[in-house]
Structures are given as C-alpha cells and as structure tokens.
C-alpha cells in the first residue's frame, strides 16, 4: 500500500485558493502526477486550495476524487498557558503546530506519542478530540483496503501482495522489495495541508505529530510518500520513502515558495 500525500499550491490564505504562483506550481505538478501509473484513489480536503491543487490532473486523468472533512488543515486553536513565563503570550490564543521554542521544549511530554495531547498547552483546546478525528479518519479509509491497525500500533493486512522475502529474506538490510512489480499493489493520492499531513504521518509510523510541526517543513505542492514494508506475510508498518520532493518545480524552473515556513528556503535557481 502506498500512500502520496500532496500540500496544495502556494496558498492565497484571504480566499482560501491559490495565488499566481501557486497556479504555475500546481501547473507543474500536474505534468508530474499525469505521469504516475496505477493510481487506485484520489482524496482532497475540501478547503479550496487543496482542491484547485488536486482538481487539473484529476480533471485531465478523466478520475474523480473523494473530499474528506478530516483532510482540512489542522487549524484547532488551543491557548499558551496562563502563567506561561513571556506574559505577552500568556492565555493567548495560537496553533498546535505554531509555539516558540522556550515552551516546545520546556515539557518532555510533546516529544510522547502518548502523552502530548494532555499537556497543559493542548488542554487549551479540543485538541486530543480532533486528533482523533484525523487518526480515525485514515485507519477508517485503510481499513477499506485491508489494512487494520491493531493494538499494537501496526497494521494486519487481509489480503498480503506476495512478497518473496517471507521465504527468502535477503540478510541484513538489502531486502529485496517486488511489490511494485504487481498490479494489485494500491496507490492513494491524497490533496491536502501540511498540519493534517504531519498527524497522520505521526499516526502511521509512532511518533508525536508536535516532533514534526516543530522539527520539519515541506512546501507547496510538495510530494510525499510512504510505503508499507510488510516483511512478515500479514503485517503492515508504514515507513516514510520520500518527503517534501518538489523535483517538479526545480525542474520547471519554478522557486519552491516558503509559505509555512519561519525563513527562506534554499534557492537552487
């Protein structure tokens, strides 16, 4: 099962669309992904902007897609605690994925996939709620393709793309990987933000979703993918292969925008 997640254009936030570059950015992006084989599914937020992104290839691939509520941005406000030490932030309204450093790592706790949604940051807010939301929102959407999330964290797969490293595994780590090999293997692509995608990355592969609203940053109309590596026959962990690719725009002659982003990105032209 392979997963591709894609930001929307350079974002005209005022009008909830996109801005003269986002539409060149968007224009490049759909050369790239006319070009992808096997797509099983398209999915989109139904915010506008992640709509006018998805909506020239799905329209020039003849498909249609399925707009899912907890696609949106991950735009839940929460509050900065009262006697948080800066007073001028103090009870002040802000975003999960948008706090200053002193508070950040001020509390171990952001850093537990298990405990972050109860500090006392996130307690500002209906946060754990709509985590869920989006937590149960795409294990509801794998579950339709056989993969079930289990206690344990991981996924069991009803119906296992056969793998030939379940009897002849390669030593160490130069596993050798057929699955693309097979036309059964699914494909979804899925338009959205950069908020909602972090939770459910943090979702599918153990991690809090603070360590990447903090730590990372992928532009506008980035590519990322992940892949399930199922290396037991009936068992599925998701695994990052790529993330924040904008291959499409360097090679279009198109500067990647930091819309998101707290500095400028590097300029490769």
Do not use: R, T
């Given at each position: 099962m392979r997963l591709i997640f894609i930001r929307h254009g350079d974002p005209d936030y005022a009008n909830d669309n996109l801005t003269e570059k986002g539409k060149r950015e968007v224009a490049l992006l759909t050369e790239r992904i006319c070009k992808w084989k096997n797509i099983t599914a398209f999915y989109t937020?139904?915010?506008g902007r992640a709509k006018a992104t998805g909506k020239p290839s799905i329209e020039k691939l003849n498909r249609t897609a399925t707009e899912f509520k907890w696609l949106q941005e991950f735009y839940y406000p929460t509050k900065y605690p009262e006697d948080y030490e800066d007073k001028?932030?103090?009870g002040k309204e802000a975003r999960t994925w948008d706090i200053m450093p002193e508070l950040y790592f001020s509390d171990k706790d952001f850093f537990d996939k298990d405990k972050w949604a109860d500090t006392k940051y996130m307690q500002g807010g209906r946060i754990k709620e709509h985590y869920n939301e989006v937590c149960n929102g795409i294990d509801s959407l794998l579950a339709e393709y056989g993969y079930n999330r289990n206690e344990k964290g991981f996924y069991n797969v009803a119906n296992p793309v056969p793998n030939r490293n379940w009897k002849d595994p390669v030593e160490k780590y130069h596993l050798t990987s057929v699955k693309s090999d097979y036309p059964e293997e699914k494909t979804l692509v899925?338009?959205?933000?950069?908020g909602v995608m972090f939770?459910?990355?943090a979702h599918l592969t153990g991690l809090s979703p603070?360590?990447?609203w903090q730590g990372f940053y992928i532009a506008p109309t980035s590519v990322t993918i992940l892949n399930s590596e199922e290396r037991i026959?009936?068992?599925g962990w998701f695994r990052v292969e790529r993330m924040g690719d904008t291959n499409h725009l360097t090679n279009g002659g198109e500067q990647i925008s930091?819309?998101?982003?707290?500095?400028?990105?590097f300029r490769e032209i």
């Open positions: 937020s139904p915010m001028s932030l103090a899925f338009f959205c933000h950069l939770a459910i990355i603070m360590q990447l026959e009936g068992q930091s819309s998101g982003y707290f500095a400028d990105v």
